[in-house]
């Protein structure tokens, strides 16, 4: 039960700490007008990551038996897939900190209120195929998480709406000084490098018996 709670943390932090174009307007509805702005478009950040966390927890434990004879190699693809998108992520990193290029953020006009803000930033994050991606292959690399036992599905969405929300809460309430650390580039290098390294130690326990 603990360990698909730690694993839907880490998986949360690997998915959230990347700083682009939502992270930006985060940053910049809280600048403009307040933090509770702010932390209602990160708990929607959250929210969106915890959905696609819980389909795909739901779409592994209805294959589990279905995949039970086959699950060392998924667990091999699953772990490449991981390391793939680790090195996608890597790449990208490493490509706009060579070409120092800034991550384009949605305009934030009419963002004004916290409901506002939460059902758009809702929308634009659950637009982004890459999650439902990342999550899938994780839990189908994980045997605490791709079972039937709804009590460590439970706990390892928990772990992921935990880890996005105390991220995505953190660069909202990080404010217009710390928003230019982090958006700058040697703030995007770092995240990156972290979220790659992550995302890749990920991939190793998915091809650890467990």
């Known amino acids: ?10 998986a949360g932090y690997g998915v959230a700490i990347p700083v682009g174009a939502i992270a930006i307007l985060i940053l910049g509805l809280s600048a403009r007008t307040s933090f509770r702005v702010g932390a209602a478009a990160a708990l929607a950040v959250a929210t969106a ?25 998924l667990r091999v693809v699953a772990a490449v897939v991981l390391l793939g998108l ?3 992520g890597l790449w990208r990193t490493w490509s706009a900190h060579r070409s120092r290029r800034t991550p384009t953020a949605p305009v934030g006009r009419g963002l004004s209120t916290p409901g506002r803000a939460y059902a758009a930033l809702l929308g634009l994050t659950l637009l982004n195929p890459m999650t439902v991606l990342y999550f899938s292959a994780l839990v189908l690399g994980r ?9 460590a599905a439970a706990l390892f969405v928990a772990g992921v709406f935990l880890a996005s929300a105390s991220w995505q809460l953190l660069v909202a309430g990080g404010g217009t000084m710390v928003g230019r650390a982090l958006t700058g580039p040697r703030g995007r290098l770092i995240t990156g490098l972290v979220s790659s390294a992550l995302i890749a130690a990920l991939a190793v326990v998915a091809l650890l018996p467990g």
Do not use: E, Q
């Not at 819980?54 to 589990?64: E, Q, R, T, Y």
């Open 143 to 151: 045997r605490d998480t791709a079972d039937a036992d709804p009590g």
């Open 86 to 88: 680790a090195a996608h």
């Open 49 to 73: 990551d915890g959905l696609y966390a819980a389909a795909a927890v739901l779409g592994g434990a209805s294959l589990a038996g279905i995949i039970a004879p086959v699950a060392g190699p």
């Open 1 to 10: 039960m603990n360990g698909a709670f730690l694993a839907g943390l880490v």
